[in-house]
Each structure stands twice: as C-alpha cells, then as structure tokens.
C-alpha cells in the first residue's frame, strides 16, 4: 500500500493544495479540509480496500494533522526558515505513509499496489511536484527561482519524457542515443537550458531525478 497512499499523499498535497489552501491550513478549519482530502484520496485510491484499511487511513490522516500542526506552531516561531520545515515535513509524512503500509500488511495481508499506481506517482515526482520543491530549495536565490518560474512548464515536459525514455530503455546509466532524441523532441518547446545562466543546474536536475525515479519504479512495478 506505500505507492497507494504516497500518490494519495503527493496529489492532496501538490495538485489539489491550492495557494489559498496553503494559507488557510495555518489555521485549524483550513488544516481540518486539508487533512480531509488526504483522507479521501487515499480512500479514492484504495478502492475496495478502502472499506477493509479505512482505521489505518484514518489513523494515518490524524498523523497528518499532527505533522502539519507541528509546522504550523515552527513556522510562527521562526517564520524566515523554509526549506528545513518543508525538507523535515515531507520526510516525516514519508515515514508516516511507511509505517502505515507496514501496518496494513501485517493486518490485513495486503503487499503490493497496483503498478499504474507506481507510475503514476513517478510522473507526478517528476514534473509537478519537482517544480514545487525545486522552488522551495531555491527560496533564498532569487534570482535561480526565477528562472526556475518562467521555464517551469518546458522543463516538466523534458522531465516526464525523460522518465519516459529511462522507463522505456531500462537502464541505470543516460547515454548520447537517449539524451539525443529527447532533446529533438522537445527543443520546439523553447527549452530553457541553453540561454539560462543556470543551464548545467537544471539540466543535471532534470536528467538526473528522471533518472533515479525510473530506477526505482523499474525495480518496484512489473510492467
């Protein structure tokens, strides 16, 4: 169940926490309708399990409360500190999600996820929720940030068809026959490496995290 409840995770916390959202959950009734999509999402996602693992879900969703009320009550005691919050907070809800997955097999027996799962979570790391991270970590370099805001849509596409050609390939190591094609196919999107100041930097990102997550979904599905 992690990919199951790892993608629940990543959509109710990237695609669906809109700006507005994101300011609302600093207080509790918006931390309550935050906490209340990861709940169903991971019902969502569950489908019929969902009716046989729905305590550990919920349990599970009470953790979630209970991370981001903890980053909640740090960032009003040190408001200028970003990336060390947001780093510790995911790391703590990945090791929640863990634990939970463990606990669901022990009880109920249930092991693997469904593999269109795991490669949907691949992509949604690749593109969306990169591009957010990315510019968390870049919150004291202004100037990287920006450039990481205007070129963000481009540089997802080469991303997802990266993981696409690592995927497709399956191997560990990127060559000129893989770079090659994929820099043809999305140079008509105006790729931004070329006249970037910070071309090495994204482009080793955007090769490099394509990279390790089709590693770690070849290892996992059976597609």
């Known amino acids: 169940m992690f990919w199951t409840l790892g993608l629940a995770h990543l959509i109710a916390d990237y695609p669906l926490q809109t700006n507005r959202l ?42 979630h409360f209970a991370i981001d009320s903890f980053k909640n009550f740090n960032s009003a005691r040190w408001p200028r500190l970003v990336v060390f919050p ?19 097999q022990a009880v109920h027996g249930i092991q693997r996820d469904q593999d269109w799962l795991i490669y949907a979570a691949a992509y949604l790391l690749a593109t969306h929720v990169w591009f957010i991270t990315e510019r968390i970590l870049a919150h004291d ?5 920006k450039e990481i805001e205007a070129h963000y849509l481009p540089r997802m596409v080469v991303r997802a068809l990266a993981l696409t050609l690592f995927l497709l390939a399956g ?34 990102q955007d090769l490099l995290g394509p990279l390790l997550l089709a590693i770690l979904v070849l290892l996992t599905a059976n597609l």
């Open 22 to 63: 994101v300011l609302a959950k600093r207080h509790w009734p918006g931390l309550t309708v935050h906490v209340a999509i990861h709940f169903a999402m991971m019902l969502l996602l569950a489908g019929r399990d969902g009716l046989l693992v729905w305590p550990q879900l919920l349990a599970l969703a009470a953790v």
């Open 86 to 104: 947001y780093v510790l907070d995911q790391l703590l809800h990945l090791l929640s999600i863990a634990l939970v997955a463990v606990w669901i």
């Open 141 to 145: 370099d202004e100037c990287y940030r």
């Open 171 to 204: 191997r560990l190591i990127w060559t000129a026959a893989t770079a090659t094609p994929l820099l043809f196919i999305a140079g008509p999107l105006r790729l931004p490496y070329r006249q970037s100041h910070f071309r090495r930097r994204m482009l080793l």
